[in-house]
C-alpha cells in the first residue's frame, strides 16, 4: 500500500485525520511488533522542528564502526565507515559485509528460531544471538549483521526484527561492549517509514529492507510502477529517509546519529516482562501480551507460508455471537481498572476480540449509555 507512492513520487504516503486503526493488542489479526509502539511526542523544553523549513540542521548522515574515545586526538578514533543516510541497498550491504580493509571486520548472525518452541524459542534463540555476538567482539568484530535471508523453511521463522535489534542492542549495553559494536540489519520485515524509525530508534545502524526493494522489482516488471527499477528504488529510499526526518524532528531531534538508540516511544499493549527483557527502560503503561503471544503471531504468519494441511490458511477472523448479540473486548491496565459500558441497539457481531485480555467493553441492546468510573 505504501510502497507505491513511495516509489513513485519519492515522498511518504500521508492521510487526513490521522490513523484510526484499533490497537494491535486488541486486534485478533496477527500484527507486526512495530504496531504496538508509539513515538513520545515533543514537549517545552524540547520543541518539534520543521523537518522542511529547517532542513539545514538536520543530517541523515550514520556512522558504522567502533567508536574511538573522542577525548583522544587519534587517527584510530577517526576509522569509521560514513553512510550518507540509514538505508541500505543490496549493493551497498554487500560492500559491508565483505569490507576487507584495516580495524574493520563484519559478521552475519542468522536470527531465526523453531516456529513449534513458541515463545520459549525466540528466548532460547535470542540467547544463541547474544553469545555469538559476545564472541564476535572478542575476536575484533566491530560490524554485526542481523539477517533473516535465505534459511526460513515449514520448521524455521525469523525472530522480529524489532525485538532481534532492541535485545541485542541493550545486551551489548550491559556487556559494556556496545561501543564497539556497529549493528546492520538485513530484513524483509521493514517497509514503512514507522518501521526504520523505529529500528534506528532501538539501536541499528543502517537497514537494508530487501524484501521491499523485491518488491518494487516485481511491481515495475508487472508496470504497477511507471519507473524503471534503479530510479523507482531512489525514489523509495528517498521517501524512506525523508519520513525518518519527518518522525524524528517531531520529536525535536535533527541528526539520525542522535536518533539512534534514543528509545523515545512507549509501549501500548505488551506486558513488563518482554519489555523488561527486551526493550529496557521503554514505559509500558498499558500491559498486554507477552512473547508466547508475539510467538504466536508469527506463526500465524508463518502458516499462511508454510500451512501445515497443504491448504491456505484462513487469516479473517471467526464472528463469535451469543443469543443477545454481546461482542466482547478487553484490555490490561496498569492504571486503575475502569468498566465502560455502550448501549446501542442491537446489530450483528461482527468481530471477536481480544487475545490476553479481560471484559471491559460491551455492546448490547438498550437504549440507555451508562458510564461507571
Not at 500521508?14 to 489479526?29: F, K, Q, W
Not at 527486551?278 to 504466536?296: D, H, K, N, W
Not at 500465524?300 to 484462513?314: A, I, L, Q, T
Request: glycine letters at 8%; proline letters at 6%.
Amino acid at each position: 500500500m505504501q510502497i507505491v507512492p513511495m516509489s513513485e513520487k519519492g515522498v511518504e504516503m500521508v492521510g487526513s485525520m490521522g490513523n484510526d486503526t484499533p490497537l494491535a493488542a486488541l486486534s485478533n489479526r496477527p500484527k507486526l511488533l512495530y504496531d504496538y509502539f508509539k513515538q513520545l511526542f515533543a514537549q517545552v523544553t524540547n520543541p518539534p522542528i520543521d523537518s522542511l523549513r529547517e532542513e539545514i540542521v538536520t543530517s541523515t548522515s550514520v556512522m558504522l564502526g567502533t567508536e574511538g574515545n573522542l577525548l583522544e586526538a587519534h587517527e584510530v578514533n577517526c576509522r569509521r565507515i560514513k553512510l550518507p543516510h540509514p538505508i541500505l541497498t543490496n549493493q551497498d550491504l554487500e560492500k559491508i559485509r565483505g569490507i576487507d580493509r584495516p580495524g574493520f571486520r563484519a559478521v552475519t548472525i542468522p536470527i531465526f528460531y523453531d516456529v513449534a518452541k513458541g515463545g520459549r524459542g525466540i528466548e532460547s534463540a535470542m540467547q544463541d544471538i547474544y553469545r555469538q555476538a559476545e564472541q564476535a567482539a572478542q575476536v575484533g568484530v566491530n560490524i554485526i549483521i542481523l539477517s533473516d535471508k535465505g534459511e526460513i523453511d515449514s520448521k524455521r521463522a525469523p525472530i522480529p526484527a524489532l525485538l532481534a535489534v532492541a535485545g541485542l542492542h541493550n545486551f551489548l549495553i550491559n556487556a559494556g561492549i556496545r561501543t564497539q559494536i556497529g549493528l546492520v540489519l538485513e530484513s524483509a520485515e521493514p517497509r514503512a517509514v514507522h518501521h526504520f524509525a523505529m529500528l534506528i530508534g532501538y539501536g541499528v545502524g543502517a537497514v537494508n529492507p530487501y524484501m521491499a526493494f523485491e518488491t518494487i522489482r516485481s511491481l515495475v516488471s508487472d508496470g504497477h510502477i511507471r519507473f524503471d527499477e534503479k530510479t523507482a528504488i531512489k525514489n523509495y529510499v528517498k521517501a524512506a529517509v525523508k519520513g525518518v526526518v519527518k518522525t524524528m524532528a517531531k520529536m525535536g531531534i535533527s541528526t539520525v546519529q542522535s536518533y539512534r538508540g534514543a528509545q523515545i516511544f512507549e509501549a501500548v499493549g505488551l506486558n513488563s516482562q518482554l519489555v523488561d527483557s527486551y526493550f529496557t527502560r521503554t514505559p509500558s503503561r498499558i500491559e498486554g501480551i507477552g512473547l508466547s503471544t508475539v510467538a504466536e503471531e508469527v506463526r500465524r504468519r508463518h502458516e499462511s507460508v508454510f500451512p501445515p494441511s497443504g491448504n491456505k490458511v484462513d487469516r479473517g477472523s471467526t464472528p463469535v455471537a451469543t443469543a443477545s448479540g454481546v461482542i466482547t473486548a478487553s484490555i490490561t491496565c496498569s492504571v486503575p481498572k475502569r468498566s465502560i459500558f455502550f448501549s446501542t441497539p442491537a446489530v450483528p457481531a461482527t468481530m471477536s476480540c481480544s487475545r490476553n485480555t479481560r471484559t471491559l467493553l460491551t455492546t448490547r441492546a438498550s437504549t440507555s449509555v451508562p458510564f461507571a468510573a
